[in-house]
């Protein structure tokens, strides 16, 4: 075994959604330490019983869960492990259902093969919040030996099945005959989302629901890159949906026939405005969201919850608010009656039962009828880590009264700074949290008119970087 009083913990750092890094930096006795850290966080706060330790399909995956397995096994706690490689969001539910103490996946999500990951899952399931990760940071230079006395019980079970019933009873869609594709990139949703949405009555076309845990030789992202293929089966073929997940199954990306590749903020819009066809409920969306969701809300007579970039806050605002749903740009999107979580699995039995009542395309034509064009990109600035803090310093004094010939209306600090114009445009500027760079968003109601947001975001940022 490695020895871990010779590993530099300066290595491990908890982001936004867990510690990911390539294969070279996720080392066994790194996972180990990390895996310390949780354990004397749980006790710290009174935690026993049962921890649950998952993993996704990526070949050094299983081994780094017998890794922690054995860390927590030390540390008195029970371990519940799934008997195959398990999406994420069916680890979170887990959890919830049963009242474990949490859980640890491992994990590195959308990430190319050579990367790993490892995420924790409070006991409600939902995502870990900054008073979890800075714990475990703090806790990460506690190497005290592993004690050898009170070694808890370990217990592999198959987490699918309970899973797959609840969700069916959830939804209860009649989904007989509907044609739907689906791509599971060779990650962990093969055999959980395709046999699902079967499940339910779907004609199921699957595409790369093969185990390879190379996934083909790319990145499992749930992107319009990695759509082609679906594409195909939907413009082409006989579906009439299209759904891809990513590596660990918590993000989705939806294809339709007139659209392609559907841009997830009017996916977002789209299951938000069918969801209120039978029940009510605010919405959560991150600042880099489209406003879209808050012309749908404002139609309903529903509020629009603004947050940061991340779901750990879409869904603590879930719990701080009666909403019916959240989301994020990037494919995130979760139901909290169901898991204050987001769940590429469950959303893609929803958005097929919302097919199966109006074809998506028709219902976004609707909606883009009744609200308007909306258009929406990104840019980024290079950036080092180091400068990010300062310039978002400068930013706030450089900040103009009027933006691309347009006066500002107002201003948003929740996460960076969206400056937004009195004719309904946004520009966003962000730092992101896993590159040197700062992102600049737009929203308008052309393409054309975003260009020139952009253009005009970066002219303001780059003299200051």
């Not at 987490?159 to 990139?185: K, Q």
């Amino acid at each position: 075994m490695d020895n871990d009083a010779d590993v530099d913990a300066g290595a491990i750092a908890f982001g936004t959604d867990g510690w990911r890094a390539t294969l070279d930096v996720f080392t066994k006795p790194r996972v180990r330490m990390v895996g310390q850290a949780v354990a004397t966080t749980l006790q710290e706060r009174g935690a026993t019983g049962t921890v649950a330790i998952g993993y996704d399909a990526r070949e050094s995956s299983p081994g780094f869960a017998d890794e922690l397995a054995h860390v927590l096994r030390a540390n008195g706690f029970d371990v519940l492990l799934p008997d195959r490689d398990t999406p994420t969001p069916i680890l979170a539910w887990t959890v919830k259902d049963r009242g474990l103490a949490g859980a640890l996946q491992i994990t590195a999500s959308h990430n190319p093969p050579e990367y790993n990951g490892v995420k924790f899952i409070p006991g409600d399931g939902s995502p870990a919040l900054p008073d979890w990760t800075a714990a475990f940071e703090e806790n990460l230079a506690v190497l005290d030996p592993l004690p050898e006395d009170e070694w808890g019980e370990r217990t592999e079970e198959d987490l699918i099945g309970p899973y797959h019933e609840h969700a069916l009873s959830f939804v209860d869609a009649d989904l007989d005959g509907l044609p739907v594709a689906y791509d599971a990139l060779y990650g962990s949703g093969r055999g959980v989302t395709d046999a699902l949405l079967a499940d339910a009555g779907a004609d199921v076309t699957r595409l790369n629901c093969e185990q390879d845990p190379d996934f083909g030789g790319g990145s499992p992202e749930p992107s319009a890159e990695n759509a082609e293929g679906l594409v195909g089966e939907v413009s082409d073929g006989d579906a009439t949906l299209g759904i891809i997940n990513d590596g660990d199954a918590d993000r989705i990306g939806v294809v339709t026939p007139e659209r392609g590749y559907l841009d997830p903020n009017l996916f977002f819009a789209a299951m938000y405005d069918s969801l209120l066809e039978t029940g009510s409920g605010d919405v959560v969306r991150t600042v880099s969201t489209s406003s879209i969701v808050d012309r749908v809300a404002e139609a309903h007579g529903q509020n629009v919850h603004e947050v940061a970039v991340g779901f750990k806050w879409v869904a603590e605002a879930m719990a701080e608010h009666d909403a019916l749903f959240g989301g994020e740009e990037s494919g995130g999107f979760g139901l909290p009656d169901h898991l204050r979580n987001k769940d590429g699995v469950l959303v893609a039995l929803v958005a097929a039962a919302a097919e199966r009542e109006e074809p998506l395309d028709a219902r976004v034509d609707r909606l883009l009828d009744e609200h308007g064009e909306i258009h929406q990109d990104r840019i980024s600035v290079d950036c080092p880590d180091d400068r990010k803090e300062s310039v978002l310093a400068d930013l706030e004094t450089a900040l103009p009264d009027t933006l691309a010939g347009v006066a500002v209306d107002g201003i948003n600090t929740v996460d960076g700074f969206k400056i937004r114009l009195e004719d309904g445009t946004w520009v966003l500027v962000r730092p992101s949290g896993t590159e040197p760079k700062l992102r600049v968003y737009a929203e308008a109601s052309s393409a054309e008119r975003v260009e020139d947001l952009l253009e005009a975001g970066r002219d303001l940022v780059e003299p200051l970087v």
